[in-house]
């Protein structure tokens, strides 16, 4: 696994160094995913303005599966990212969490004499896995975590700039960041008591 922090409760990281040793165009892998995206940063010919839809969109494309490796790096636990807005337009972002099973479950399953499938790793520090075969039952947990973006994750996102009507990389990339520093905050103490 590649530059995993020492931190193992941090859920999002970026590999600047990795994002530039591996770019085809010399600079950045994610710059050049941006520029063939470039569309999506346009509604009805007009380049986004809205701070959260950019942050939005700049978080996505440096995640996988669009990048793979990622800009965005996650903790083994993260299974995915979901943005939503509720019908008064607030902004969350929804992570799910790869989670051990609760007692009562794993008490149950326990008296059960056949073994049961559950989130896999294939070595330390790599993500978790669900059950792939159906040679057994299988019983795994999910946490599903809303982290509103309230007026002071706002605060911290960058106006959406642009260059030749492609998303300007530094302003993504700092988009990116706010978006990580939010997400981490508020995951720390739940990716803590998840354990690795």
């Known amino acids: 696994m590649r530059n995993q922090p020492t931190d193992n409760h941090r859920a999002f990281w970026i590999d600047d160094a990795y994002d530039r040793d591996q770019a085809s165009n010399g ?6 995913y ?3 995206r470039a569309d999506q940063f346009h509604e009805d010919g007009q380049a986004i303005t809205d701070p959260v839809q950019f942050a939005r969109l700049a978080f996505t494309i440096a995640s996988s599966p669009i990048m793979a490796p990622g800009y965005v790096h996650s903790h083994p636990r993260v299974l995915d ?3 939503q807005r509720d019908d008064e337009a607030r902004m969350a972002i929804q992570v799910r969490l790869a989670a051990p099973l609760p007692e009562p479950i794993a008490t149950v399953i326990g008296r059960d004499r056949r073994p049961w ?3 896999s790793r294939p070595w330390p520090g790599t993500a978790w896995f669900e059950p792939y075969d159906n040679d057994r039952p299988g019983a795994y947990t999910t946490v599903a975590v809303r982290i509103p973006l309230d007026p002071s994750a706002l605060s911290s996102l960058p106006a ?3 260059r030749r009507g492609e998303p300007n990389l530094a302003t993504a990339q700092a988009a990116v960041r706010a ?3 939010h997400l981490n905050t508020a995951l720390a103490d739940i ?3 998840l354990g690795r």
């Open 27 to 32: 600079h950045s892998r994610y710059g050049a």
């Open 34 to 36: 941006l520029a063939d």
């Open 81 to 83: 990212v979901l943005w």
């Open 117 to 119: 499938a559950d989130w």
């Open 160 to 162: 959406p700039a642009y």
């Open 179 to 181: 978006v990580c520093g």
């Open 191 to 193: 990716l803590a008591a």
